[in-house]
């Protein structure tokens, strides 16, 4: 038997989908919504049925017979953590997805649980998310900060990383539950994880906290300068944090986040920016340096995802400084709804358990 998996990824003005009869896809296509017509719904989670419909509608424009499904699946938000795997939508994950103390915002990809919810139980098959950004399987030890009001906590790009270390456990022909790997995702945010047999015990947060800068985000800052820059009265805290995680790193320093026209600055001669994005790289080698640390030396590879990985010169400056650690392997751009679908079918396969939302 062969599955159907549909995958929605929302973003803040457009909505990801794709069917994949298990590795194969079906269609692939963008949705994208008018910012001003989003605005008419009051909130992010109130365009689920808008984006719903619109979802339907792509299948029935691609000769996808919504009955011909046998599961959906969402991005994961911003649940309380969780470990890796697919995870059964339920209605207190969809409580949590709709409540903004839990990490102080709304973001656009918890919208993936309800539209998945909804479709599935209109058709009554599983609703899956997975691989939300809030995985967490760190080790105790690496949950201590340095003042006990501060724990470290884990927000990366899970979805991407554990795929592709999935894809390189089968490559390197191993278990994925005994490889020891560094996975690098390269996107307007970078994450940096150490994973162990499996479990990624360790990374920097990749929205607002430590590890390298990158084309958005301002990473790790020296303390005394920032609580300076924090009590200077020039921001307010809604400002400051857009600064670190908006308006950081390559934008604070060249103006765009777009390291395709930083890398056509660069050929055009300009230092300043060579300067800049060489920064970028050494940050993220002392990152990956720092990983082989957590896993004792005992790296069977290191590999690189995201936008970034396609820019050769950046993937060589990293390269150069870490490659004594572990074989390279590069995977470019993302696999978000390769990622999404696959998750699904290994559940429908019978080759990992849906998981139960412990909350």
């Not at 009554?124 to 030890?141: A, L, M, R, W």
């Amino acid at each position: 038997m062969t599955y159907r998996v549909l995958a929605i990824n929302p973003g803040s003005t457009s909505t990801k989908i794709a069917v994949y009869d298990e590795l194969t896809p079906v269609f692939e296509k963008t949705l994208r919504h008018d910012p001003a017509e989003l605005d008419n719904y009051g909130g992010i989670i109130e365009q689920y049925d808008f984006r719903k419909q619109l979802v339907m509608e792509a299948m029935k424009e691609n000769s996808v017979a919504p009955e011909t499904l046998h599961a959906v699946v969402g991005r994961g938000g911003l649940v309380r953590p969780v470990s890796g795997g697919t995870w059964k939508i339920c209605d207190n994950m969809l409580r949590d997805l709709k409540d903004p103390s839990l990490w102080g915002r709304i973001h656009a990809s918890n919208l993936g649980a309800f539209i998945a919810d909804a479709i599935s139980k209109e058709l009554g098959i599983p609703g899956f998310i997975v691989d939300p950004v809030v995985v967490d399987e760190f080790d105790d030890i690496a949950r201590i900060s340095g003042i006990p009001e501060i724990e470290r906590k884990s927000l990366l790009h899970a979805l991407n990383i554990r795929y592709i270390a999935r894809l390189m456990a089968t490559e390197l022909n191993k278990d994925f539950n005994t490889i020891n790997l560094i996975g690098v995702h390269m996107g307007g945010g970078i994450s940096v994880a150490a994973i162990k047999q499996g479990r990624i015990v360790d990374v920097n947060n990749a929205l607002l906290g430590m590890g390298p800068f990158s084309p958005q985000r301002a990473g790790a800052l020296p303390i005394g300068d920032l609580l300076e820059l924090a009590f200077s009265g020039k921001y307010t805290h809604k400002e400051l944090v857009n600064r670190l995680t908006k308006t950081g790193g390559y934008v604070a320093y060249l103006g765009t986040d777009s390291g395709i026209e930083v890398e056509n600055r660069i050929e055009a001669g300009d230092k300043f920016a060579e300067k800049i994005q060489k920064a970028m790289c050494y940050q993220v080698a002392k990152e990956i340096g720092a990983c082989a640390t957590v896993l004792e030396g005992k790296v069977d590879a290191i590999f690189m995802s995201g936008g970034l990985v396609y820019n050769p010169v950046i993937v060589n400056e990293i390269k150069s400084r870490t490659s004594f650690i572990a074989p390279f392997h590069i995977y470019p751009g993302e696999k978000e709804m390769e990622a999404l679908s696959q998750g699904g079918i290994r559940v429908l396969k019978g080759l990992e358990p849906a998981q139960d939302y412990p909350y």
